[in-house]
């Protein structure tokens, strides 16, 4: 089933937030395969968070990622305006599915 | 500079077929897994099946295993994902994505780029 993130999550222009995705043994837990995604409005998806906390060429370095045990974080530190999207966490999982993606966090800044 | 055009949504009666099509360039398309992650209405992203390097291999989640065949052309550059046997809870943005590689190959256990993504909605 997915991952369990937080439905919405909100700072102010400047601050850091950070969002949780919480898994189990069989994804999370089993794996150092956890990316992140961020998704404006009509838009595709797009990488920010690699293998646990890569960042792709072109991402800001405000964008950091980690994981402990069945959880990972996304960390989104001098929080601007352009955040604003929701964002997905997504990991490998060891169940028939492959790829196990997150309920989605909406960040509002 | 690395593309994935979408296309072929549209509207379809449940029951129906319908084929998404994925025309990728910028890159060596033959390099890569690639993979289908779709979206439907007000819910989160959801892994819909890949596809390895050369055609040999193919993973799909359950809910659509016999009824999606995921497909490539390498020398056309471009992927397909032929659907049978349609329902009402198929009806979302359906995206194609480079990478999604399975666990036990070499290459990238993320999707590193998007299609713009083409909707399909199943619906009498």
């Known amino acids: 089933s997915a991952l369990t993130q937080p439905a919405s999550v909100s700072g102010s222009p400047g601050q850091s937030i950070t969002i949780s995705c919480t898994g189990t043994g069989s994804d999370l837990g089993g794996y150092e395969y956890v990316s992140w995604y961020q998704r404006h409005p009509g838009g595709p998806p797009k990488l920010i968070i690699f293998d646990v906390s890569n960042r792709p060429s072109g991402v800001s370095y405000r964008f950091s990622g980690s994981k402990s045990g069945n959880t990972a974080s996304l960390t989104i530190s001098g929080l601007q305006t352009e955040d604003e999207a929701d964002y997905y966490c997504s990991s490998y999982t060891s169940w028939n599915t492959l790829y196990v993606f997150g309920t989605g966090t909406k960040v509002t800044v | 500079e690395v593309q994935l055009v979408n296309s072929g949504g549209g509207l379809v009666q449940p029951g129906g077929s319908l084929r998404l099509s994925c025309a990728a360039s910028g890159f060596t398309f033959s390099n890569y897994w690639m993979s289908w992650v779709r979206q439907a209405p007000g819910k989160g992203l959801e892994w819909v099946a890949n596809i390895k390097q050369d055609g040999s291999e193919e993973h799909y989640v359950d809910s659509v295993k016999g009824r999606f065949i995921i497909s490539r052309d390498n020398a056309k550059n471009s992927l397909d994902l032929q659907m049978y046997s349609l329902r009402a809870e198929d009806t979302a943005i359906y995206y194609c994505?480079?990478?999604?590689?399975?666990?036990?190959?070499?290459?990238?256990?993320?999707?590193?780029?998007w299609g713009q993504g083409t909707l399909l909605t199943v619906s009498s």
């Open positions: 994505a480079r990478g999604g590689t399975h666990y036990y190959s070499s290459g990238i256990k993320y999707f590193d780029y």
